[in-house]
């Protein structure tokens, strides 16, 4: 159970290149900032500035509908539904999201954001970085906006996960009434990258957040992997 919370975003750290390394952008702009980081921070880092520091940017034509769905469809391993430019798709990571989450915004003109091949990975190397860089053990998850099918509005969710609970399992224990739990698995990386994007933003240009004061338990090897129902469990589909 976690008491309180505080959530810091992350201020100057600038535009990201290919080649750049986040952990040093984010350990310096955090430290300059005056809160430098700690033991048991989980840092939540957009999509976006993991992709461009990987160089997951392709030339495109934003005027040319074809290309986009062309793009799409070539990071697609599914596609679900399509109304006009809008396509719903599996990725290959196995997330179903619009137009296999390639973004178009926060990036140069002419150029396009992919995910990263392996967000997982890539949290666990901006983790280990950070522990080289500044000799603290931090938690990371990696952010990105998705929309919902039966409720209106964006939220983000975790789809890059290393030192933290992708999912705390609550079954089999006791509520506040003594009953025993059945189902409930709360997806905590889920509700720390949304809780992380309230400070943020999406035009704020705030690539990168501190939570602290979660729950030490949730600390662990955890995997973004967690966060997808598996197929014989999925009821749409």
Known sequence: MVSSLTITPITGI???RPGDELAVHIADAAAAQGTPLA?????????KVVSKAEGRLVPIDHNDPDA???LVESESVRILRRRGE?????TRHGWVCANAAIDLSNVDEGFAALLPVDSDRSAKHIRDALRARSGVETAIIISDTF???WQAGLVDVAIGVSG?????????TPDSKGRVLQVTQVAVADEIASAAELVMGKSAGIPAAIVRGIEPSWFREGSSRELIRPVHEQLFR
């Open 14 to 16: 600038g535009e990201i």
């Open 39 to 47: 033991d048991r921070d989980c840092i939540v880092v957009t999509q």
């Open 68 to 70: 986009k769905r062309r």
């Open 86 to 90: 809008l396509i719903i798709s599996e």
């Open 147 to 149: 929309g919902r099918p």
């Open 164 to 172: 933290i609970a992708g999912v705390v399992d609550l079954r089999d």
